[in-house]
């Protein structure tokens, strides 16, 4: 069954080796969080996921990597500097803050359960500020993106132009956003630093109904066929007084997380807000001429983004499981093939040094296709455990018959069954079990 308490992830993710605190010998920084050894495979995963399916799989589809830091003028065609914000009000009582738009009782506060001591609430903007430059000053001003759309869409005109591609068509990006949340909870689901993998799909206004339903589906699809149960995923359409300000509909995909369901994904329709205020902003043209109607247009945009880290989190929590094996409990992260941080583990029976040579071939025939794991360190059943728990797909074993026979003994995370495999048919198998 998946986790059902936040605290039996967390847990696993320090002692295995996913997921640290940041700067934790100094205390820890909050809500920032370093992703160790198997952390930073599997949130790779994670994005080389989305990857395949949004650019690999697809032929109207590119891929591009905007900068970081971006001038004032982006942020405030897009409206940013205006509206990027939330309510904020300080208990005068215990001097804690938070955000007015999240108390369940907006007379009452949360932490020292005062009544009527909350200050005037004032809007904070969320994006981070800095310099840029040797000189400070208003006319050094920059700011670290907040979300990676407006990259593509400052980059519409050009990417139109060098991929020669037409409406409907996409723009992606993955990549490091940051927002200074005023109240940063729940482990890795809220922080001041993120992944985010957006797609900005450029469409002729009059299809942007047909394409914003496509995605919605498309996108509840995803999650699914990499795990997820669909008991688990919820597409929730905002209310009237949720949308942003640049969205005339927004859906969100939602996972059941320990503490309710909560946004995954956002899919918005966009309409042509963005393109108009960067082209009204800038004085560049960014539109497109269909010489088939002899129409110039600006496209529509539906835009489906998703943040890499809340993502990996959901799916340690849907794949986190308990069983019983020969009479012992063991834990074992049911991870889809292409999101394990390690796809095989090469496990020698033994250290000694007739043995070691031929293991170390067999990671190295494997390492070739595949990330693998290799460890000598334990006894085997021990071994095994610890491959259960960090999720690694199949267990290739080395043993002595090995050296006579040519072959090793592959074991199955899920179903813990072991077959044995002629080495020089390995590859072939380990593809066949995984897929891919």
Not at 21 to 48: C, H, M, W
Not at 276 to 299: C, I, M, W
Not at 375 to 401: H, M, S, W
Request: charged share 25%; with cysteine.
């Amino acid at each position: 069954m998946p986790a059902t308490d936040l605290d039996q992830i967390v847990s696993l993710c320090k002692r295995r080796g996913f997921v640290y605190q940041s700067a934790e010998i100094y205390g820890g920084f909050r809500s920032t969080y370093d992703y160790g050894p198997l952390g930073s495979l599997l949130l790779r995963n994670v994005k080389e996921a989305w990857l395949r399916s949004i650019v690999q799989q697809r032929d109207d589809v590119v891929l591009i990597d905007a900068a970081v830091l971006s001038p004032p003028q982006v942020w405030q065609a897009s409206g940013h500097l205006a509206n990027f914000s939330d309510p904020l009000v300080d208990c005068t009582s215990c001097k804690q803050r938070f955000r007015l738009d999240k108390l369940e009782h907006p007379d009452t506060c949360p932490n020292c359960g005062g009544k009527q001591t909350f200050t005037e609430a004032r809007e904070f903007n969320l994006m981070f500020k800095t310099q840029a430059g040797p000189v400070e000053g208003s006319g050094a001003d920059a700011y670290l993106r907040p979300e990676t759309a407006q990259g593509m869409f400052t980059n519409f005109g050009q990417v139109l132009q060098t991929s020669r591609k037409k409406p409907p068509f996409g723009i992606a990006q993955v990549g490091k956003s940051f927002r200074n949340e005023i109240t940063p909870q729940n482990w890795i689901f809220r922080t001041r630093e993120f992944d985010q993998m957006e797609l900005e799909f450029f469409v002729p206004p009059a299809d942007s109904a047909h394409w914003y339903e496509y995605w919605c589906e498309a996108r509840m699809n995803w999650y699914i066929d990499l795990g997820i149960p669909a008991e688990m995923l919820q597409l929730r359409p905002h209310d009237e007084d949720e949308l942003s300000h640049y969205s005339t509909g927004t859906s969100d995909v939602e996972f059941a997380f320990p503490w309710g369901f909560d946004e995954l994904e956002g899919i918005a329709q966009r309409s042509d807000y963005d393109l108009k205020q960067h082209a009204e902003h800038s004085g560049e043209k960014l539109d497109y001429f269909d010489p088939q109607t002899n129409e110039r247009y600006v496209p529509y945009v539906i835009e489906p983004a998703a943040g890499a880290t809340r993502t990996m989190a959901a799916f340690l929590l849907a794949a986190y499981d308990e069983d019983v094996v020969n009479d012992d409990k063991r834990t074992v992260l049911r991870l889809h093939p292409r999101l394990a941080p390690y796809k095989i583990a090469v496990l020698p029976l033994s250290k000694k040094d007739t043995l070691t040579p031929l293991a170390h071939e067999v990671r190295e025939l494997l390492a070739d296709r595949y990330m693998v794991d290799y460890d000598e360190t334990q006894n085997i059943g021990k071994r095994y455990r610890r491959q259960d728990e960090i999720g690694t797909p199949l267990a290739v074993t080395v043993d002595f018959d090995s050296l006579d026979d040519n072959a090793v003994t592959i074991r199955d995370r899920d179903t813990t069954e072991q077959v044995r495999v002629p080495i020089d048919e390995l590859l072939a198998t380990v593809n066949d079990r995984l897929g891919f």
